[in-house]
Every structure is written in C-alpha cells, then in structure tokens.
C-alpha cells in the first residue's frame, strides 16, 4: 500500500510509538523518523533508505530533558544551544548508554539537533522519545524538501508521510562537532551560516573527507541526481555540451539552455538554497542530457549550495 500523505499527528504518533517509520517535515529537508530507542524500529529506517549502517543517524529533540537523555552536553555547548536551537543546527557530543550503537554506528558520539518545524514539534511533544531521523531520500540521492519528494521515491516503503508544506530552508542542518577538549570543527555546511557560528565557536575547519569519514555526509559522491552534474563557468560548459539537451541551475542569471532554474532572481542566496533540491530533481526528471550548474557566492548559504552541487558532480565524467 503507497504511504498516505497528511497532517494527522495522532495517526503519525501512533505508528511511531508501534515501532512504524514515518516520513517528517523539518525546517531543512524532510526525515525519515523512527523512535531512537526502539532498535526495531531504527533498523526499519536503515533498509528503507538502503544506508549503509556505518552511517549514524541524528537523533531529532523536543526538549532539555530529552537532549541529556541523549547526549553529555558540555559548557561550551550552551551558548549555540541557546542561540541556535531550535533550528538547523546538529551537534555532535558524547552519548548515553540509552542511545542504541546503531543509532550512531558504534561511535561514542551522538548527533543531535531540535527541530524548529511545528509540525514536528508538535508531534514530538505527543511521544515520549526522541526521533532518529536522516534524510528521506534512498541513501546517496538528493534530499526531500516536499512530502510528494518522500512519496514519489519512497512511498510504498513507508505508511505515512507527515505533509508540513515545503521545507523553509531547503538543505540539512550544518554538523558541528564537540572534540571533548576545546574545540568545534564542521563536519556539514548547512541551514546556518559558518558566518554565524563562528563568533560562537571560533574558526572552524571542515577535517578532509576519508574513506570511513567521521560524518559519512562527506562521502565524496552524496547528493546526487541520476544525470551526470558539471559545476562551473556556465557559459564555457554550455558550448562544450553544445549538442546535448542540457539544464541548468543558475543563481540569477537565465542562460540559453533547453530548461533552466534560476534559484533566485533577486540575488537571494538563502531563497536559493530553499530552491536547489527541488530544482535538482526538477532537471533530473526533465529527460535533460547533462546539469550544469554555476558556482554560487562562497558565503552564507552559498557554502552550503557549492557544497552540495560539487558533490553531486563528484565521480562523474
Ligand atoms: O537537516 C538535517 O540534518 C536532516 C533533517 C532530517 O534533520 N537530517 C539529515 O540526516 O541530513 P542525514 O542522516 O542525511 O545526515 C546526517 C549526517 C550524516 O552524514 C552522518 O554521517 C552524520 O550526520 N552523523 C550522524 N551522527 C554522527 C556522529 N556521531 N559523528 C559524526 N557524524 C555523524
Ligand atoms: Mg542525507
């Protein structure tokens, strides 16, 4: 049966608390959420998006009492939790025993954030455990940003799809994490700014992606559409694919090519942001031979587009 797509939150409580994964909004991207305790349930999440269980998971919430049910929190964590919670905002800081190895693939660290969707919160204030939840999309491909994204690849793997409208900001949370001495370094750019933490944190660096990555979100090749992506100057890659039906994704500018999504025309990088996976999917169901996509501005959002689009070419001719 193809998963039904609604605002019920008793019926989304309910087959959470039996153990059920449920497809919710967040103000990033949309996550496939089951109960972090119930290792059963947790599984279910790994074979319905067919991730490789080195891939830890983040757990999503509601509160203060939840978060030190999860995680040892330690001063230096405050002042971010303070400013940036609830919102798209992960950190990564050592675990309690409660939460299950799978979860976190072994490691002795634990990702969590708390969601600013309403929805979410509201359905997170009816259960009496927190949400592990990735990304609801089938592991590598790009990330859901609308319930009918979550339906259109993973509808009849689940029962139900939470439907809270379009995702406001339109890329995961940014990953920052504790080193348990002094220290943050970013794992994932994201919903907020490097700009922002920093006065925060201090300067963060982003540690080289490897082939067990400590944030598997590094894998080289993530978030990427079927049709092979080139990121560069679009005009030079728009002669070199001269005879191919090509698409294109563009800040602002409108180039000739056979489709083009202009993420925003008022020059806008966080609206662009809101824009990119579903103009991702857009051009990968168009039949287009070839994405090409251009460089954004490398701050604010920016970071976080350039992020995604370079992975979504990498490995690709
Ligand atoms: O915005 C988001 O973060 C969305 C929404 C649904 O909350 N979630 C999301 O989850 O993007 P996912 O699973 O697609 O990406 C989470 C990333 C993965 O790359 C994972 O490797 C990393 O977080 N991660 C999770 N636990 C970790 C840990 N203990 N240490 C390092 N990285 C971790
Ligand atoms: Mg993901």
């Known amino acids: 049966m193809p998963a039904l797509i609604g605002t019920d939150l008793l019926e989304a409580a309910r087959l959470l608390r039996a153990g059920q994964v449920v497809a919710i909004?967040?103000?990033?991207?949309?996550?496939?959420?089951?109960?972090?305790?119930d290792e059963a349930a947790v599984v279910r999440v790994f074979e319905t998006k067919q991730r490789p269980a080195f891939d830890p998971l983040i757990v999503h919430v509601k509160d203060r009492n939840q978060l030190e049910r999860v995680a040892v929190v330690p001063a230096e964590a405050e002042p971010l939790i303070a400013r940036f919670w609830p919102g798209p905002l992960t950190l990564v800081l050592p675990k309690r025993p409660e939460v299950p190895d799978l979860v976190t693939s072994g490691l002795d660290t634990v990702a969590v954030r708390m969601p600013a969707h309403p929805l979410t919160q509201e359905l997170l204030a009816l259960l009496d455990f927190p949400l592990a939840?990735?990304?609801?999309?089938?592991?590598?491909?790009?990330?859901?940003?609308?319930?009918?994204?979550?339906?259109?690849?993973?509808?009849?793997?689940?029962?139900?799809?939470?439907?809270?409208?379009?995702?406001?900001?339109?890329?995961?949370?940014?990953?920052?994490?504790?080193?348990?001495?002094?220290?943050?370094?970013?794992?994932?750019?994201?919903?907020?700014?490097?700009?922002?933490?920093?006065?925060?944190?201090?300067?963060?660096?982003?540690?080289?992606?490897?082939?067990?990555?400590?944030?598997?979100?590094?894998?080289?090749?993530?978030y990427a559409p079927r049709t092979p992506v080139h990121v560069g100057e679009v005009?030079?890659?728009?002669?070199?694919?001269?005879?191919?039906?090509?698409?294109?994704?563009?800040?602002?500018?409108?180039?000739?090519?056979?489709?083009?999504?202009?993420?925003?025309?008022?020059?806008?990088?966080?609206?662009?942001?809101?824009?990119?996976?579903?103009?991702?999917?857009?051009?990968?169901?168009?039949?287009?031979?070839?994405?090409?996509?251009?460089?954004?501005?490398?701050?604010?959002?920016?970071?976080?587009?350039?992020?995604?689009?370079?992975?979504?070419?990498?490995n690709r001719g």
């Open 25 to 37: 909004p967040t103000e990033t991207v949309y996550g496939l959420a089951a109960n972090a305790f």
């Open 235 to 314: 005009p030079a890659l728009l002669q070199r694919f001269a005879r191919r039906s090509v698409g294109v994704i563009s800040f602002r500018t409108t180039y000739p090519a056979s489709r083009c999504e202009v993420l925003s025309p008022s020059g806008d990088l966080s609206e662009a942001a809101r824009h990119l996976f579903a103009a991702l999917r857009a051009l990968d169901a168009s039949g287009c031979e070839v994405i090409l996509a251009e460089v954004f501005p490398e701050e604010g959002l920016g970071r976080a587009i350039n992020d995604r689009l370079r992975r979504a070419a990498a």
């Open 133 to 222: 939840a990735p990304s609801a999309n089938p592991f590598g491909y790009v990330s859901p940003t609308t319930a009918q994204h979550v339906a259109d690849q993973l509808g009849d793997r689940i029962p139900y799809i939470l439907d809270g409208g379009p995702c406001d900001v339109g890329v995961e949370s940014t990953i920052i994490a504790w080193d348990g001495v002094g220290s943050w370094s970013l794992l994932r750019q994201g919903g907020v700014k490097q700009e922002d933490l920093e006065p925060f944190t201090g300067p963060l660096h982003q540690p080289v992606s490897t082939e067990r990555p400590t944030a598997p979100g590094m894998l080289e090749s993530h």
